[in-house]
């Protein structure tokens, strides 16, 4: 947003946009639909990267998750973070899609963030090193500090079993894994990320 310095001094909008920040991309990407066919395809790197960049929601009707960038995000207290459309942004993900935000609390569930996107018409998304996919937004009054952490191989098979058993079981509310990620895989998963700060 080219004008958004200004907008700053208005209370309310200051207030609406407080401990919210920008996920921008870290690589150069693009991705085509074709509504008459439902097939999303890319010539850009391998089939590989396709499936890890890509994932496919619901093809048939343009719907799909941008999985870049992957970020993590945790907090050792319950806290809810919305991700959001970044509307006071211009790039091509901004004019192409409808965003399809979520919500979920970050202190009792490990999974990535990601885009999910809605395509309306036939096209072709050209997403470029740093343009901005998404928003996240902290649901607290209190500033938020991000630290950054490495993300380690007991980390990521942390997240790898929690998107597998989401993936081989019927749609369970978020308060289920909740409940599991307390049970399971909290503390350590704490202690891990603890162990490497890089901040």
Same mark, same amino acid.
Request: charged share 25%.
């Given at each position: 947003?080219?004008?958004?310095?200004?907008?700053?001094?208005?209370?309310?909008?200051?207030?609406?946009?407080?401990?919210?920040?920008?996920?921008?991309?870290?690589?150069?990407?693009?991705?085509?639909? /074709?509504?008459?066919?439902?097939?999303?395809?890319?010539?850009?790197?391998?089939?590989?990267?396709?499936?890890?960049?890509?994932?496919?929601? /619901?093809?048939?009707?343009?719907?799909?998750?941008?999985?870049?960038?992957?970020?993590?995000? +945790?907090?050792?207290e319950p806290l809810?973070?919305?991700?959001?459309?970044?509307?006071?942004?211009?790039? /091509?993900?901004?004019?192409?899609?409808?965003?399809?935000?979520?919500?979920?609390?970050?202190?009792?569930?490990?999974?990535?963030?990601?885009? &999910?996107?809605?395509?309306? /018409?036939?096209?072709?998304?050209?997403?470029?090193?740093?343009?901005?996919? +998404?928003?996240?937004?902290?649901?607290?009054?209190?500033?938020?500090?991000?630290?950054?952490?490495?993300?380690?191989?007991?980390?990521?098979?942390?997240?790898?079993?929690?998107?597998? &058993?989401?993936?081989?079981?019927?749609?369970?509310?978020?308060?289920?894994?909740?409940?599991?990620?307390?049970?399971?895989?909290?503390?350590?998963?704490?202690?891990e990320i603890k162990?490497?700060?890089?901040?």
């Amino acid at each position: 947003m080219q004008s958004g310095i200004g907008m700053m001094r208005c209370p309310a909008f200051a207030k609406s946009i407080a401990n919210t920040f920008v996920l921008k991309s870290p690589i150069n990407y693009s991705f085509s639909w /074709d509504k008459a066919t439902g097939i999303f395809s890319s010539d850009m790197y391998s089939q590989q990267e396709f499936d890890e960049f890509i994932h496919l929601r /619901d093809s048939a009707n343009g719907v799909l998750s941008f999985g870049t960038p992957h970020y993590l995000f +945790c907090a050792e207290e319950p806290l809810i973070m919305e991700v959001s459309h970044a509307t006071y942004h211009n790039a /091509d993900i901004q004019k192409k899609t409808t965003y399809l935000g979520g919500s979920f609390d970050i202190g009792r569930h490990f999974r990535n963030t990601e885009a &999910a996107l809605a395509l309306e /018409d036939s096209c072709t998304i050209n997403v470029k090193e740093n343009d901005p996919v +998404c928003y996240v937004r902290f649901q607290t009054t209190e500033p938020v500090k991000l630290v950054p952490f490495f993300h380690t191989d007991t980390l990521m098979q942390i997240r790898d079993q929690i998107f597998k &058993a989401k993936n081989h079981c019927s749609p369970k509310p978020l308060h289920f894994w909740y409940d599991l990620h307390e049970r399971i895989y909290r503390k350590r998963m704490l202690k891990e990320i603890k162990d490497n700060l890089l901040g």
